[in-house]
């Protein structure tokens, strides 16, 4: 069974940073790209970046280009987001979200449950 | 960018009728990348339909996807208690867009 397992909730303050952690079990964790993607109320489902656990390789949304870093651990078979320079409009849930790409076709086949950032003086 | 426009934003219906869903593409899209979500509260994006029209795996056969060039629709074709959730469309590759949703509700 393919699971996406993420970290707990954070609270920050401005200006702070965090790191979310998403653990997969149940398939090859190098083989296959991680996504992130954000929720907010104001902007719905926002694509942050993926990852190419194999080598590291990353790619980024314009708006996170520059700011985001992904990671990965492949002994532990984790990806990793961190954003630093926290401000209130990066309060959302955060989703790590497996590639699917098959036959040409292209998708997010499984999600992790989320992790809520919350960014509050 | 291409923009992905969903309507109706929301669609109130009853267990047992048909459910018709739009996500429109400011540009013409390759139908392969264009695919389907259904959200449920408190939970992650569920994964429904690949390359316009096909079903992700243990997706029940009411839920089909169609359409081509910058028009997609996805019809549940007899609403269960369960299929009441929001539902997203989404462009896979380049800057991996979202629709803003429409919420099937009672």
């Known amino acids: 069974q393919v699971h996406l397992v993420q970290s707990g909730a954070e609270v920050r303050k401005p200006g702070d940073s965090v790191k979310v952690s998403c653990k997969a079990s149940g398939y090859p964790f190098a083989d296959i790209y991680m996504h992130w993607v954000r929720q907010t109320p104001g902007q719905g489902l926002e694509w942050v970046g993926w990852?190419?656990?194999?080598?590291?390789?990353?790619n980024f949304a314009q708006k996170f280009q520059g700011r985001v870093t992904l990671t990965r651990d492949t002994s532990v078979s984790t990806a990793y987001m961190e954003l630093p320079r926290l401000e209130p409009d990066d309060t959302a849930v955060y989703y790590c979200?497996?590639?699917?790409?098959?036959?040409?076709?292209?998708?997010?086949?499984?999600w992790g449950p989320g992790t809520r950032v919350t960014v509050s003086s | 960018d291409n923009v992905l426009t969903q309507s109706p934003a929301t669609l109130s219906l009853s267990p047992g009728e048909r459910a018709t869903l739009s996500c429109r593409a400011s540009?013409?899209?390759?139908?392969?990348?264009l695919v389907w979500y259904q959200q449920k509260p408190g939970q992650a994006p569920r994964f429904l339909i690949y390359?316009?029209?096909n079903r992700a795996t243990g997706i029940p056969d009411r839920f089909s996807g169609s359409g081509s060039g910058t028009d997609f629709t996805l019809t549940i074709s007899r609403l269960e208690p369960e299929d009441f959730a929001v539902y997203y469309c989404?462009?896979?590759?380049?800057?991996?867009?979202f629709g803003q949703g429409t919420k099937l509700e009672v």
């Open positions: 540009q013409n899209i390759n139908s392969k990348f």
């Open positions: 990852i190419n656990p194999n080598t590291g390789g990353t």
């Open positions: 989404h462009l896979y590759g380049g800057s991996y867009t």
């Open positions: 979200a497996r590639d699917f790409y098959y036959d040409k076709n292209g998708g997010l086949d499984i």
């Open positions: 390359g316009a029209s």
